[in-house]
């Protein structure tokens, strides 16, 4: 494992700092100062960068992708407005797309000009993916699609999704899914914004009612959709890893300050040695989180995939977050759950970030997300206990979500 920066990942590192300190935008309110702000990272060289040189990435390696997200993070700068078209979708078309999707898709996957979403889970399928029922049927040489998604991240605003539906439902449940394109603007597709309990609607669900969808915007061929699902890795990995552990250490960093204002039993709780008791555990944690994330970065930068053992960082970072935002509600007490009006010297910052004010309470309930999506934590637990541990397989965990 690798625990120092070359010469060139620090240079790297100092031009990237130097970059979101001139560039940082101030508070992204709508869609089009998002769309902006992703223009502006994307003329920069900063969106795609993992990806090929021919499809307008920078073939950036995962070594510097994660030092710009570290900074990214450090920065407290906003996003790319179209995660999933970035995340997914275009890896996803670059491997497996006809050259005239590419020609389509690709540009304006990257500028934003085209926003994205992932129509994979519904009511009933969700860690059991493949028992997914929205139907692709083919009619003159097109497919029609009904049925119904949910948890579309981005729903609202998508221009386009990737659909996995079901186009024969006379062969095995995995080999009968097939994988779309679907424009969001067609005929027959309603989008309902979902209610959080942080308040905002972040997720929709979306049905489909005889939608017709043009059969080249099939991906790869018919029937291949599951497959497709499971083996796209994308290019852009290890981006997170060290971003999420600047998050956490910024934020555990202001929790400390805070605890010195903080008034408990005649002194500040700081002085309160259960607090501090708590206070280092976690400090102790996030670095474990860090040295885990590095050995993930350290396989990618050697060329090596991070197999099943991700799971366990997944598994880690995820229940961390949990721990960490109930320590902060633990430690703040009735504070914790104010989502504004908190006095300045006890608030987590005061920047707003994509128009979400950034606060105590948000977090704590933000936090519970991570351990659902990309594979839940029971999920994360099945495949350490199969693939890593290698214990007897549990009846129904080949049906189950791996997207990590
Ligand atoms: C923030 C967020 C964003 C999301 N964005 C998208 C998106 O853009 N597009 C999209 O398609 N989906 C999205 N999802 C959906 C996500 O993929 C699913 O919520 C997830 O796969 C779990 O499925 P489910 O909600 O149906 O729960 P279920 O699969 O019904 O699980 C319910 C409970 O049962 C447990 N469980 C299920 N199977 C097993 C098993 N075999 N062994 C042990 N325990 C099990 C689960 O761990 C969970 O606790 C998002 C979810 C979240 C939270």
Not at 33 to 53: I, N, Q, S
Not at 181 to 187: A, E, N, R
Not at 238 to 266: D, S
Request: contains cysteine; glycine residues 10%; proline residues 5%.
């Amino acid at each position: 494992m690798d625990l120092y920066e070359s010469p060139e990942h620090s240079a790297f590192r100092t031009k990237a700092r130097a970059w979101f300190e001139e560039h940082k935008p101030g508070n992204l309110q709508t869609l089009d100062d998002r769309k902006a702000w992703h223009r502006t990272l994307y003329e920069a060289g900063f969106v795609g960068m993992g990806w090929p040189r021919a499809y307008g990435g920078q073939e950036a390696s995962p070594m510097e992708q994660a030092i710009f997200a570290e900074e990214m993070a450090r920065a407290n700068a906003p996003g790319t407005v179209n995660g999933l078209g970035i995340g997914i979708v275009g890896p996803t078309l670059i491997v497996h797309g006809t050259e005239d999707q590419k020609r389509r898709y690709i540009p304006r996957i990257l500028t934003a000009e085209e926003i994205w979403c992932q129509l994979y889970s519904e009511p009933n399928a969700g860690s059991d993916l493949a028992s997914l029922r929205t139907s692709a049927l083919r009619e003159d040489g097109q497919f029609v699609v009904n049925g119904q998604k949910v948890w579309t991240s981005q729903g609202m605003i998508a221009d386009y999704g990737v659909l996995l539906a079901r186009t024969d439902p006379s062969v095995s449940k995995h080999q009968g899914i097939s994988y779309f394109i679907l424009d969001m603007h067609s005929p027959g597709v309603t989008v309902r914004p979902l209610k959080q309990i942080t308040g905002s609607s972040e997720f929709a669900e979306v049905f489909f009612e005889n939608v017709v969808v043009p059969a080249e915007n099939l991906i790869g061929g018919e029937g291949q959709g599951w497959e497709l699902a499971q083996t796209t890795l994308g290019f852009e990995r290890g981006g997170n890893i060290l971003a999420r552990v600047t998050r956490h250490k910024a934020n555990l960093a202001r929790l400390i300050e805070v605890c010195r204002t903080l008034r408990r039993n005649g002194g500040s709780a700081l002085d309160d040695p259960l607090v501090r008791q708590k206070l280092g555990r976690m400090v102790a944690e996030v670095e474990v989180m860090r040295y885990a994330g590095l050995r993930i970065l350290s396989r990618l930068e050697k060329g090596e995939r991070p197999g099943p053992e991700s799971s366990v960082d997944k598994l880690y970072y995820s229940e961390l977050d949990k721990r960490h935002q109930e320590l902060v509600q633990e430690i703040l007490g009735p504070y914790g759950q104010l989502g504004e009006g908190l006095p300045p010297e006890l608030a987590l910052h005061s920047e707003t970030l994509q128009g979400v004010e950034a606060n105590w309470a948000y977090n704590f309930l933000w936090a519970r997300a991570g351990t659902i999506y990309a594979g839940s934590s029971e999920i994360q637990k099945n495949i350490i206990g199969e693939r890593v541990l290698k214990l007897p397989r549990e009846p129904r965990a080949d049906r189950a979500r791996s997207e990590s």
